[in-house]
């Protein structure tokens, strides 16, 4: 079976652009969870979508938003970027989200200049 | 914001030896226990999974639950250079949505 996939796996931004990044889960995997590492904070949870609905949320600012479409590939967005926002993309699919492993892809590398 | 504390390392132990790594966490409601291997510049990928008190064995893997205690650690037995990673300790929990809550990670070093 196909592991998570991401795209791009590299991207380069500069400041005040925005960005959208990708996920495909594994297959029959239907909850999709976003998660940011940094050197300084590491892994935070973002969010987590399953049948298409927001269920849960991290403590990000409003830039962040994503959403999830009917073949549970998901999609995140970061609006007006900010030198910050420079991290690892991480996303994780799951069945149902409701406690059982969590899957990462190989997530995306994103450089805001 | 509940805690999930790790010991940062690095830890260094010699080939064929046995690596202990631990973690602490602060939510008593936390119900499932997962250990990730990072290797530099990689994702993370499970190593165990653990949801009830005691051990739990794979291989070379053992990851131990104290729920009491909040207590969750990882023995690698017979290490390899190649187990050389940060170990990322997760939990997560009903109440706050199943997200996982990740420890900083402990260095590994495996030396030959």
């Known amino acids: 079976k196909a592991g998570v996939t991401q795209t791009p796996r590299y991207l380069i931004k500069t400041r005040g652009q925005q960005v959208t990044l990708s996920c495909s889960p594994i297959?029959?995997?239907?909850?999709v969870s976003w998660y940011q590492q940094t050197p300084g904070q590491g892994l935070q949870f973002l969010f987590e979508?399953?049948?298409?609905?927001?269920?849960n949320k991290g403590n990000f600012p409003g830039r962040f938003s994503g959403r999830q479409f009917s073949n549970s590939r998901s999609e995140m967005n970061v609006s007006t970027l900010e030198l910050g926002d420079s991290a690892l993309y991480l996303c994780?699919?799951?069945?149902?989200?409701?406690?059982?492993?969590?899957?990462f892809g190989p997530g995306t590398r994103l450089l805001v200049l | 914001q509940k805690e999930v504390e790790q010991n940062s390392g690095p830890l260094s132990v010699p080939e064929g030896a046995i690596a202990s790594l631990n973690c602490t966490y602060s939510?008593?409601?936390?119900?499932?226990f997962f250990w990730y291997r990072q290797y530099s510049g990689k994702s993370p990928e499970l190593i165990m999974s653990?949801?009830?008190?005691g051990d739990k064995e794979d291989g070379r893997f053992t990851a131990q639950l104290n729920k009491a205690s909040q207590y969750v650690s990882l023995l690698i037995r017979d290490s390899q250079p190649s187990d050389s990673a940060t170990y990322l300790c997760?939990?997560?929990?009903?109440?706050?949505?199943?997200?996982?809550?990740f420890g900083k990670g402990t260095s590994l070093l495996v030396t030959p």
């Open positions: 994780a699919s799951s069945l149902t989200g409701m406690g059982e492993t969590q899957y």
């Open positions: 653990i949801y009830s008190n």
């Open positions: 979508y399953f049948s298409e609905t927001q269920r």
């Open positions: 297959s029959g995997h239907r909850s």
């Open positions: 939510d008593r409601g936390s119900q499932s």
């Open positions: 997760a939990v997560n929990a009903q109440g706050t949505g199943y997200a996982l809550n």
